[in-house]
């Protein structure tokens, strides 16, 4: 346990800090498995707006520091290309 009052500070930010990140990397994480179950229920219009959503909340990941910005975008591209052949298959 921390003994001095600026490390108890910092103890305390760690636990907040960490509570939001947690929160955040849930929600992400949740986007991404919805758009997922999307996509393997082949329904277009479902999955374009999911993937919207989920776009917005890897960029804003990324805002808040809990992604990289090369693994959003990697995320972004992966997922685009899935999105894109539902789309062409489907048309």
Do not use: C, F, P, W
């Not at 090369?70 to 290309?81: D, E, G, V």
């Amino acid at each position: 346990m921390a003994n001095h009052v600026s490390s108890l500070k910092r103890s305390k930010q760690t636990i907040a800090k960490t509570a939001v990140n947690r929160s955040n990397k849930t929600k992400l994480r949740g986007s991404l498995r919805q758009l997922r179950e999307a996509l393997v229920k082949g329904d277009v219009e479902a999955v374009k707006t999911q993937y919207r959503a989920t776009v917005s909340i890897l960029d804003k990941s990324v805002q808040k520091g809990v992604l990289h910005d090369n693994t959003a975008s990697r995320y972004k591209s992966r997922l685009n290309a899935r999105v894109k052949a539902l789309a062409t298959k489907a048309a």
